[in-house]
């Protein structure tokens, strides 16, 4: 059993996710912010990071991701977003980069399905272990 | 013709190399898009001037031959030496071993001058098999590096920690593409060994091109398995030279080999099973299921495994009546067997996949060990479908797992609905593949056919495991099939999937449909002025006729192929589900589809396929052929040796 925090601000979306991720006998907590997930990172010390790239009304998931991987190293980070639908082809093409764009494991586009999520959350757990 | 020849293998060679530089994304798909264009159109043209009967040439202009073994021995050397030092810096000494003892096998005939002068006219052969195998490489290969370019664009999105460059993986893909063409068109077996084992290293590291600690594992098992192979051509080029015309492949394999020189044959042979990922040496492949997808459809469905069943079918008229035919036959057979009972056990579709391709090639393999005319002129036609159809399955199921994050068949479920086109596209790979009459159905029919004229108890076994195994792939085409084909209510959200996926994966995705269409539309023309007449002119006699198709049957068997596709347009524009409650007639135990059954037991209500589970463990069975087939092959070198002292 491992500890995932899911950041999303997508009420349904997250609910969906955490019920799968508990089916699967994980423990979850949901935060919508980014800096409630800096603090829930910090006091709750989680195995893996869900998070959103569309926080706070911009796009604070991604900064959100870049602090946690430069504080926590060793945490693994998977990015499962709206964003691609509002980013602009300049930003899309600046992002076609080999390796290195963003620093998380997996960069996810929703909608992707519970089941998917589960299985990409179980992989990366026994990768880190 | 050698102009062309030589143009379609240096010119992806020379394009490689600049890909390895091309660090920018609009620069790389431009030139990308252009060479496939110039590789395609020559490819074109170089079937255009096949003079309709077998050709020789050697290289146009005044070559020095001194000078062309001295490149043969440099690149041998090039090769070696990177092997090494790969090798020795992620501590697997198997491989470096390998390859040092190649070289330096090479570098002893040199040096000794034991190696036959090889005739300058005739260093490549193209005849109607070449002439297969160049349109394969030369048209389905385009279509997949055109596909991947949004393929690797939107992977490199999704892992944006993998430790990949897209400049080289598109220059290997390139380089890949020119050895391969000098593999299927050399005559002259120290020129067939240098690109054979340009495409094993090329093998090697598009499987590590994640560079993590699994991919580099699966890339080193490839590595070492195929040089495993490799070595056995070299030692069979060492055992040929100096046996009058022995490093000719069109003479050694004019006719059944004489003792003298079937322990070459049968190394050659070995070399063959091992590049088409034949048991025992089948895990590889499985392995190499980790690259990138467009990886998979390239080297490992399309071409460089058909290299090696290539050269098995090559062999088939020196194997012919020998035990190296017949074990080379079983183990075919076996392999068939085993790897399509592992696969309706697995729920992965790439190792679906994976597993369906060495089941193929295992039927190919057999078709060239019991030699022939009529198993080879089968053999051929599964070549030409396989190639076509399994790259289409591969390159889709690489933009699902893009779209969709996964490649669980359980996860396609509404698949219709969620991808409409995507899926249409599936279903002709899928209908290429096993629908009745078309594609390999034909072929495996006229197989079994072949298999009844087999002399002795050999011809019914062989008649009872190509029929068992058959049901088996039927089995689990028919999963994979129901799985895309099936419709439910989606969300809004998931009909716009399909939207992001790029046009160079649409265009590569839909001419290799197009190409599934003609080919069947084709086969009875395929058949009469391509295949049947390299059957009579490998054996010296025509195969009985198998194939004589009128026109009427041609069009019944379009209408098959298209009837799925077509079909399943229309019954994806269902919309009005009507959704109840989820009721089992049971008693509600807890939530989450679960009910009491008899016996106190609790029950989860799923709907999914049926996987074996608990009845056949896929893995083991997949063991057991392994090691049945190492014996065989164990008792084919063990002859060898005997024979030769």
Redesign the interface.
């Given at each position: 059993m491992a500890h995932i925090l899911l950041v999303d601000d997508e009420v349904a979306v997250a609910a969906r996710n955490a019920a799968a991720l508990e089916?699967a006998g994980h423990m979850v907590s949901v935060v919508p912010t980014a800096a409630a997930a800096f603090e829930a990172v910090r006091r709750l010390d989680p195995d893996l990071v869900v998070l959103e790239a569309m926080l706070d009304g911009s796009f604070a998931g991604f900064d959100l991701a870049r602090t946690l991987a430069t504080s926590h190293p060793e945490l693994p980070l998977i990015m499962l977003t709206r964003a691609?639908e509002h980013l602009s082809p300049a930003v899309l093409?600046a992002?076609?980069?080999?390796?290195?764009?963003?620093?998380?494991?997996?960069?996810?586009?929703?909608?992707?399905?519970p089941?998917?999520l589960v299985?990409?959350v179980e992989h990366l757990l026994e990768a880190a272990a | 013709m050698s102009d062309l020849v030589v143009l379609l293998i240096a010119f992806p060679l020379a394009v490689g190399a600049l890909l390895l530089v091309v660090r920018d994304a609009a620069a790389r798909n431009a030139v990308v898009v252009a060479a496939c264009a110039v590789v395609a159109v020559a490819t074109v043209a170089a079937a255009l001037s096949f003079p309709n009967a077998p050709a020789f040439f050697g290289l146009p202009g005044a070559v020095p031959l001194g000078a062309l073994d001295s490149a043969i021995l440099t690149a041998e050397a090039g090769l070696a030496l990177f092997v090494v030092v790969v090798g020795l810096r992620h501590r697997r000494p198997l491989g470096p071993a390998m390859a040092l003892a190649q070289l330096g096998i090479a570098a002893w005939l040199e040096l000794t001058g034991r190696l036959n002068e090889p005739d300058p006219g005739r260093l490549f052969w193209f005849d109607r098999l070449t002439l297969v195998l160049v349109l394969i490489v030369g048209l389905v290969g385009p279509a997949i590096c055109v596909h991947a370019l949004g393929y690797m664009r939107d992977y490199q999105r999704s892992y944006p920690r993998t430790r990949g460059r897209r400049t080289s993986f598109f220059g290997l893909l390139f380089i890949f593409l020119g050895a391969m063409f000098g593999l299927v068109t050399s005559n002259d077996l120290p020129l067939l060994h240098v690109f054979w084992e340009a495409t094993t290293l090329c093998s090697f590291l598009l499987i590590g091109y994640t560079r993590t600690e699994e991919t580099i594992g699966y890339a080193f098992r490839a590595l070492e398995m195929n040089l495993l192979g490799g070595l056995g051509f070299s030692v069979a080029i060492l055992l040929l030279a100096g046996q009058p015309g022995g490093l000719d492949l069109a003479r050694l394999t004019s006719g059944p080999a004489g003792s003298a020189v079937l322990p070459a044959v049968a190394l050659l042979a070995l070399a063959g099973l091992a590049k088409s990922a034949q048991m025992p040496f089948s895990s590889w492949l499985l392995g190499a299921m980790h690259a990138p997808s467009p990886t998979s459809a390239l080297l490992h469905s399309s071409t460089m495994v058909k290299a090696g069943v290539f050269l098995l079918l090559r062999l088939a008229p020196a194997m012919a009546g020998s035990a190296v035919g017949s074990l080379v036959a079983f183990v075919g057979l076996l392999t068939f067997l085993a790897v399509s009972f592992a696969a309706v056990t697995e729920r992965n579709t790439k190792t679906v996949l994976a597993y369906s391709t060495i089941a193929s090639l295992g039927l190919v393999t057999g078709c060239a060990g019991v030699g022939v005319p009529e198993t080879v002129w089968v053999g051929v036609l599964i070549v030409i479908f396989h190639a076509v159809a399994k790259s289409l399955l591969f390159l889709v199921v690489g933009t699902l797992e893009n779209r969709l994050y996964t490649k669980d068949m359980e996860q396609f479920d509404g698949l219709l609905s969620r991808m409409r086109r995507l899926s249409v596209l599936a279903l002709t790979g899928i209908a290429g593949m096993f629908i009745a009459p078309f594609g390999l159905v034909i072929a495996k029919w006229a197989a079994i056919k072949a298999f009844l004229d087999v002399p002795g108890w050999q011809g019914a076994a062989f008649l009872l495991v190509m029929a068992f195994g058959s049901s088996l792939t039927i089995f689990y085409w028919g999963k994979l099939l129901l799985k895309v084909l099936s419709t439910r209510a989606v969300a809004a959200e998931e009909r716009t999937l399909e939207a992001r996926v790029s046009r160079f994966e649409w265009a590569a995705e839909t001419a290799l449909a197009a190409a599934v269409v003609a080919v069947a539309a084709g086969v009875g023309l395929i058949s009469e002025h391509v295949v049947t007449p390299y059957a009579s002119a490998a054996f010296h006699a025509p195969p009985r006729t198998m194939l004589a198709i009128p026109p009427l049957t041609i069009g019944l068997l379009l209408l098959a192929v298209l009837a799925l596709p077509v079909l399943a347009l229309w019954a994806s524009r269902r919309t009005d589900y009507d959704l109840t409650d989820f009721y089992a007639s049971g008693r509600t135990a807890s939530a989450g589809h679960r009910i009491g059954g008899a016996l106190g037991t609790t029950r989860q209500v799923t709907l999914r396929n049926y996987y074996l589970e608990g009845i056949v463990d896929g893995r083991l069975v997949f063991r057991a052929g392994t090691l049945v087939c190492g014996l065989l092959l164990a008792v084919l070198v063990g002859q060898g040796l005997v024979s030769l002292a």
């Open positions: 089916a691609d093409a992002q076609d980069r080999d390796g290195g764009w963003l620093p998380v494991e997996r960069y996810l586009a929703k909608p992707v399905l089941d998917v299985y990409e | -």
